[in-house]
């Protein structure tokens, strides 16, 4: 449960939600993994730099940019708004992977893609609705694979917002998940290599974190809540409709 997560999470995630286990500073973490100690249990902390470089931004027509977007979204008000990216093969290598992420709860899904087409990111967007049937709309960038987004709305019942050209900051939720992502894919990688297995062990592992910003709780957590706050409030509607 805390391979992964970082010194800071850790304490955080004792602090406010393991009540039964005494409280640990980050720093004392920090200062056991560069101890001998630490280091024979093969922990090591490495600062990634962020990737240089920018993809050209695709023209697409007829897109609703983020100016648009609802408030609600903007304040992260509900669960269910997604940003959605993709992460793609380095050169020589074959398949992307769909990246999507909850602006609210931080749950994320991953879909592979081998043979890259419009018709498989469709699919993939599709599978991706029917384990989060609560997406109500996604905020991504501006991908030549996004050019039949008009289409992609009537399949997913749903508004699709575009960022700006090289506003890479518009989506700061799903660019945070990619970079999880790569501690696992490194930049560069050939991603027909990594099979279904590989990329739900990835997803389960961006979904096990302990997050600051959900108050040291798993974004799997959250939605767990949520869901089953939902499923109460129905059996409690069902109840007193039954009374009636």
Known sequence: ML???SPEAISGRIKYQEKNIPFVSKDVIYQYLRSPYGK???LKLKKKKRPKGRRKA???KDR???DKRPKIIDNRARIGDVEADFIVSGRGGKGILLTVVCRKTRIAFLEIIYDVSIDEVHKA??????RFPEMKSITTDNDILLRMHKTLEKLLNLKIYFCHAYHSWEKGSVENLNKQIRKYIPKGSDLSKYDEEFISLVEEK???RFMKILKYKSPTEKLKEYRKRKLNAKKQHQNVAKRK
């Open 64 to 66: 609703v940019f983020i």
């Open 206 to 208: 961006c979904n096990d």
């Open 125 to 130: 967007f599709v599978k991706i609705k029917k």
């Open 58 to 60: 695709a023209q697409l």
């Open 40 to 42: 024979i249990i093969g």
């Open 3 to 5: 391979d992964g997560q």
